[in-house]
């Protein structure tokens, strides 16, 4: 599956209509130079033998070849004399080049990033809305799909799967490219004649055995060397691509293929706040995936310890000890009428005592007349009470709750995706695609500006402008800054036909027309960028006018276009796209 889905072999075919290219350049590369590390390993394993050649001859043969022994076989006493001249990287180099041939390409059939159902899925969710709103389905127009859009992008907003299993794959991979390079790289020392061996692999016996009546040689010395001087390269390439994978994880804005992150930023809703939250400082977003990193080393398999102990020991909540939980203003409302209750029954209780003690005693008249006496009294009591109520009530006022402030979007499955699509999909689509999805306005916005365009009267040209699209156009000229940035494309159909536009040398979005007097123009009109059409405008009509000398009393050479329209065109078109 991994293999399939970085290559995009279906894609290729012509039998995948519903995916898109998840692997960037760097995961094919990735791929390719791991593939070159098997190639290379079957090479030197064909070549070499499953046993690495041997040849000893007597030590006589040096100085003299005249010698008879020189001519005799000595294939067994090379096998004898193999395993006391041959150093380890000799005997082993090629089964090296192989495991790690087969680990480097094996960690690809690991379901970590590749081959995961949980990576594809929240590709094709995103999919989903991408082809939905690209193609502008009737669909997209329904409610409840927009509410289905929105929990779908809520959870790739809040997500971080993808950016997790993507920095452990390419975490892992690049651990192994660096064990790999230092091990190659130390076993092809020992195969040059620099002298170098660090840890002590190359063999004592100097190439004499049996008592030194034997002199060996290893033929195959050359051809491990070469071939692992190439196999270093290309490891080293490998550890670089994987490393560069591994900070486009990070979620660093700007850096690493994550412009997104920066776009994003710049995003703002009708009330100015921004719409993501982005956090731009590069030293924040390292230390907080430092912490992260610690945590899961160090913090996490205690928490799984912890839930696990407590599964295993049945401590969670039964159905019994699960109590329905009242509404806390539903609690204070009767929490103050016991106490009014209260208070009431105390009153007259009091009272009641009061009244009976009289009577036994009495003492009615004398009652009455302490009554009299007591009313001021328990008026002044009355007051302090009342303090104290009032005291109690705004004790009890319900204190604001507490917001959790909103995390870093950095890390995102949202922006990954995108992202990682860049570098497959053109980023302008990217771009407007981030205007259907947040409540921005779009190109399409773009509208002739009637006070800015003017007609030159000098050499009647009609100069066009249009006005600002807002952030989107800022983001779209940041990402064509190297290629002209947006260009607005149009001509005038007439009374001759289309009059094609010319630019002009203070705004390169400006369109200029060569324009006849009295006649009425219809201007047809598209937004582009790197040759291709992001935006269709709205047409928009105007009439020049015969005679311009009042104009050019009042305005000079350059009449503004909104001094000619007649107010009953200015009427008919201004909704569909006039503005002043």
């Not at 590390?37 to 079957?42: D, K, M, P, Q, S």
């Not at 001249?85 to 090629?94: E, G, I, L, M, T």
């Not at 106490?339 to 009431?344: D, R, T």
């Not at 200029?512 to 790197?530: I, K, M, W």
């Amino acid at each position: 599956m991994a293999f399939l889905d970085i290559l995009n072999i279906p894609g290729l075919l012509g039998t995948d209509l519903h995916s898109f290219k998840r692997a960037n350049i760097y995961d094919k590369i990735d791929l390719g130079l791991a593939s070159v590390v098997g190639i290379i390993g079957v090479v030197v394993l064909i070549l070499n033998g499953f046993s690495t050649p041997i040849t000893c001859v007597p030590t006589s043969c040096e100085s003299t070849n005249t010698n008879p022994n020189c001519a005799l076989d000595w294939t067994y006493q090379s096998g004898l004399c193999k395993g006391e001249v041959q150093s380890f990287p000799d005997a082993s180099f090629h089964y090296l080049l192989v495991i790690f041939a087969l680990l480097l390409v094996g960690l690809l059939t690991v379901p970590i990033y590749w081959g995961s159902n949980a990576s594809k899925e929240l590709f094709d969710n995103f999919y989903y809305i991408w082809a939905k709103l690209k193609n502008g389905d009737e669909e997209c127009k329904d409610v409840e799909w927009k509410r289905r859009m929105h929990f779908v992008l809520d959870q790739l907003k809040s997500g971080k799967t993808l950016s997790t299993r993507y920095a452990i794959y390419h975490g892992l991979a690049l651990v192994l490219d660096l064990v790999a390079l230092v091990i190659v790289g130390l076993f092809t020392l020992n195969f040059t004649d620099l002298g170098l061996d660090p840890l002590g692999l190359a063999s004592t016996s100097g190439g004499k055995c049996a008592a030194d009546g034997f002199t060996c040689a290893i033929p195959n010395r050359d051809l491990f060397k070469w071939f692992g001087v190439l196999t270093c390269f290309v490891l080293l390439v490998k550890a670089v691509i994987n490393l560069k994978c591994l900070l486009f994880s990070l979620g660093l804005p700007g850096l690493f293929g994550r412009n997104f992150l920066i776009y994003a930023d710049n995003l703002k809703d009708n009330s100015d706040k921004s719409i993501y939250n982005i956090q731009t400082n590069p030293i924040m977003v390292l230390l907080h995936t430092l912490l992260v990193v610690l945590k899961l080393i160090f913090i996490a398999p205690i928490q799984w310890l912890l839930a696990f102990c407590r599964f295993y020991a049945r401590k969670h909540d039964s159905p019994k000890e699960i109590i329905k939980r009242l509404s806390a203003t539903n609690i204070r409302a009767e929490q103050k009428e016991t106490k009014k209750v209260e208070k009431e029954a105390k009153a007259l209780e009091t009272a009641v005592n009061g009244d009976d003690a009289a009577v036994k005693n009495g003492d009615a008249a004398a009652k009455n007349g302490d009554a009299k006496k007591e009313k001021p009294k328990e008026k002044e009591e009355k007051k302090p009470k009342e303090a104290e109520e009032k005291k109690e009530e705004k004790k009890e006022e319900p204190k604001s709750t507490p917001l959790v402030a909103r995390p870093a979007q950095n890390w995102s499955d949202l922006f990954f995706i995108i992202d990682i699509l860049s570098y497959n999909i053109d980023p302008c689509d990217l771009i407007l695609f981030m205007t259907k999805i947040n409540p921005v306005p779009g190109l399409e916005n773009k509208k002739v500006s009637v006070d800015i365009s003017y007609l030159d009267t000098t050499t009647t040209t009609m100069v066009v402008s249009h006005t600002d699209a807002g952030v989107i156009e800022g983001l779209l000229d940041t990402e064509l800054a190297t290629e002209g940035g947006l260009q607005i494309v149009g001509w005038l159909e007439g009374p001759t036909g289309i009059m094609w536009s010319q630019k002009t040398q203070d705004n390169p979005k400006n369109l200029a027309f060569a324009v006849s007097l009295g006649s009425t123009y219809e201007l047809v009109s598209a937004v582009y960028g790197r040759g291709r059409m992001l935006a269709r405008l709205q047409n928009f009509t105007f009439q020049c006018p015969q005679d311009t000398k009042k104009q050019i009393k009042k305005y000079g050479n350059n009449v503004p276009l909104s001094a000619f329209i007649s107010q009953s065109l200015f009427q008919k078109f201004s909704s569909e796209g006039v503005t002043a």
